[in-house]
């Protein structure tokens, strides 16, 4: 599993996880990535910021994002995606 950097934590944290199974509570927790301002803001902090995301489109959008550590999924199913392939299309 890929992994991101948890703002200036100096922890690493995977780039999916399932709702409920990281401690969050330290970061900032966005349900989209659509307030650019508060993702720039919390990344020059070095706040880490979490999205959630639904499905395999918000995902994507959300792991497009530097500023974002980690994106947190309701379901198991979307930890399997093949990130590559949403972002490359298939080989």
């Not at 509570?25 to 910021?49: I, M, Q």
Request: net charge negative; no cysteine.
């Amino acid at each position: 599993m890929r992994e991101r950097w948890y703002g200036r934590t100096g922890r690493r944290v995977p780039e999916l996880a399932l709702e409920g199974s990281l401690d969050v509570a330290d970061a900032l927790v966005l349900d989209d990535v659509s307030d650019l301002p508060a993702l720039r803001a919390a990344h020059e902090r070095g706040t880490p910021v979490v999205v959630r995301a639904d499905s395999a489109e918000r995902v994507q959008a959300a792991l497009a994002r530097p500023e974002v550590a980690t994106v947190l999924v309701p379901r198991a199913e979307l930890l399997a995606l093949d990130l590559t392939e949403l972002t490359y299309g298939p080989s």
